[in-house]
């Protein structure tokens, strides 16, 4: 059974901090690419950082450049999100995302996690 589950989202102040985690079961964890999502009532889902599953590059939203990070321990099988100087747009359910793609013949596996709701308010 393939779980991914989302962790550590709540309320903060604005200028806060606050850590996601993302622990997967199931799969071989080292081969996926990890990826964080959110998503506002009424609005499309945003991806907001994602980091490879071979030589640990990350790709960031703009909106979240510099104050956010993403990184992944495979030995643990979780990817975090260090989010600081938090702001009420960050405001969302926060999603995690695995992804491994098959080159040959080509096919793509994709699990999501429940979503964790973090809410930045004073």
């Known amino acids: 059974q393939v779980q991914v589950v989302e962790s550590g989202g709540g309320l903060v102040q604005p200028g806060g901090s606050l850590r996601l985690s993302c622990a997967a079961s199931g799969i071989t964890f080292s081969l996926y690419v990890m990826t964080w999502y959110r998503q506002v009532p009424g609005k499309e889902r945003e991806l907001v950082a994602a980091i490879t599953s071979d030589d640990g590059s990350t790709n960031y939203a703009d909106s979240v450049k510099g104050r956010f990070t993403i990184s992944r321990d495979n030995a643990k099988n979780t990817v975090y999100l260090q989010m600081n100087s938090l702001k009420p747009e960050d405001t969302a359910v926060y999603y995690c995302?695995?992804?491994?793609?098959?080159?040959?013949?080509?096919?793509?596996?994709?699990?999501w996690g429940q979503g964790t709701q973090v809410t930045v308010s004073a």
């Open positions: 995302n695995a992804q491994k793609t098959v080159r040959a013949p080509s096919r793509m596996y994709t699990y």
